[in-house]
């Protein structure tokens, strides 16, 4: 009975991760243990690498701490306040896209944010608002006839 104790409070741990590949991931647990052969396992559709320093939390099947699986990798350095019920895709260097209560939000972090490999981008029910500039509504000046260029958008 005291083994069977004993590989149960082994069966989950919490840790941080020292260092994170595509498949694996090496975490500290306890004070001083440090684990590798730990599979690292992410939702469909969801790719992340997260950085050393991350907290891990660990399951090994019956108890045995050669083999382990990390279920999930968080880093609080980089949360997001949110509201309740929001939702956001983030980075460590400021990348955002939030489905927030007043609308979604892209936040570039100060980088291009491009759009590649479509065909067609497709707003419908609204207006694309540039630089203060509607789509919809602006007007041009200095209109001529024939082949003449228009001046800029007010």
């Known amino acids: 009975m005291k083994q069977i104790w004993n590989r149960l409070q082994l069966l989950f741990a919490h ?3 020292t260092l994170v590949g595509a498949d694996k991931v090496q975490a500290r647990v306890l004070d001083s243990e440090v684990l590798g052969n730990l599979a690292r396992v992410e939702p469909y559709g969801f790719s992340y690498r997260p950085k050393p320093g991350a907290q891990v939390y660990l399951a090994f099947p019956a108890g045995d701490r050669s083999y382990g699986v990390a279920l999930l990798i968080g880093d609080k ?6 509201q309740a019920g929001e939702v956001a895709i983030h980075d460590d260097i ?5 489905l927030g209560r007043t609308g979604i939000s892209i ?4 980088h291009d944010i491009a759009i590649s490999n479509a ?6 029910g609204g207006d694309v ?16 006839n024939g082949g003449g ?3 800029n958008p007010v």
Do not use: E, F
Not at 77 to 82: H, I, K, M, N, V
């Open 129 to 144: 608002i540039a630089d203060g500039i509607s789509l919809k509504t602006h007007r041009h000046g200095n209109v001529q």
């Open 149 to 151: 260029q228009t001046g």
């Open 119 to 124: 065909p067609k981008l497709i707003i419908t």
């Open 94 to 98: 400021g990348h955002v896209v939030k």
């Open 107 to 110: 936040d570039g972090g100060g």
């Open 77 to 82: 350095r980089y949360q997001l306040d949110l």
């Open 15 to 17: 840790g941080v991760a």
